[in-house]
């Protein structure tokens, strides 16, 4: 019954004397869309980057359809996609050309290239603007052209980190039903947010992290259920304030701060798109 398609088990990564990512286990049934969420500085991105073999693990085991990140870095980079969380499109190009380039990463003979990538457009939504230059996109389409980008080679497992950082909501919820899309097909999709609401939504299982540990792990409806029912609708924000024994919602004004480090993240990206 078990499909299980990525595996983790005492997964650590320590910067010097900082411990980023703190023994973690975990693993994904193919399919599943799961979730890696909580605050900056969880160790989520040390994570990915770990799993998508651009940080060595400092001890521990990790494997992606059967193939150790450590041994076999190779044959887990061509069953994986990843979009980064800092900017992986160049503003120069045309959204089209962007994408031509993937496909010459992933060597996809050249008789099939034009077809797969006006289909990647379209199934996008970005046919319209594939002719455009990618400086002129709003950060949602940039988003989806990052999102077309890393699955033109159709991989097993899709890696996205934080991508609806700095999206206004409807351009997050356009690029959380692409995803939904994608693991409809069958494409396994790990994803990190410290949105809890996001991850409520669209995730089967997370796992919140907090300090480098998994705080806990499971659907959110388990997670919620898990803990003390006090009347009110439980929440993911609920079920980390319980298990870390900290608030991860931000008071108003670290709030209005975190906004406007997202809104600045992206204007530096537009500017470097610019
Ligand atoms: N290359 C690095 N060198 C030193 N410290 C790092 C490096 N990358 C991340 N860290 C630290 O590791 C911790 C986890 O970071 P990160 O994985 O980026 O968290 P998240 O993605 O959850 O915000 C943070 O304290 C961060 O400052
Ligand atoms: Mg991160």
Redesign the pocket.
């Known amino acids: 019954m078990s499909n299980l398609i990525l595996e983790v088990n005492d997964l650590t990564k320590k910067?010097?004397d900082?411990v980023?990512v703190n023994s973690i286990s975990f693993s994904v049934q193919a399919g599943e869309i799961f979730g890696l969420v909580?605050p900056?500085?969880?160790?989520?991105?040390?994570?990915v980057k770990m799993l998508t073999t651009l940080l060595p693990p400092t001890s521990g085991f990790a494997s992606v359809a059967g193939f150790d990140v450590t041994h076999h870095a190779r044959d887990v980079r061509r069953v994986i996609g990843y979009v980064p969380?800092l900017l992986s499109a160049d503003g120069s190009l045309t959204g089209y050309e962007n994408l031509l380039i993937f496909a010459k990463l992933y060597d996809i003979p050249s008789k099939e290239r034009e077809k797969l990538v006006r289909d990647s457009l379209h199934f996008m939504g970005l046919s319209d603007s594939a002719d455009k230059l990618v400086r002129s996109y709003s950060g949602g389409m940039i988003r989806r052209l990052e999102i077309a980008q890393a699955v033109l080679h159709k991989p097993r497992v899709l890696y996205l980190d934080e991508p609806t950082v700095g999206l206004d909501p409807v351009a997050r919820e356009a690029v959380w039903e692409y995803v939904g899309t994608l693991a409809k097909g069958g494409t396994t999709i790990v994803i990190?947010t410290h949105y809890m609401e996001e991850a409520d939504a669209m995730c089967g299982r997370v796992a919140i992290?907090n300090h480098?540990k998994i705080a806990a792990m499971g659907s959110p409806a388990d997670l919620k259920a898990s803990i003390p029912q006090n009347g009110e609708a439980a929440t993911l924000n609920k079920v980390f304030e319980y298990y870390v024994g900290d608030s991860l919602e931000p008071s108003d004004a670290e709030g209005s701060k975190k906004d406007f480090r997202d809104v600045s993240r992206t204007r530096r990206t537009a500017r470097r798109l610019g």
């Open positions: 910067f010097g900082l980023a909580g900056n500085g969880a160790g989520k991105t040390t994570t969380q990190t992290m480098g």
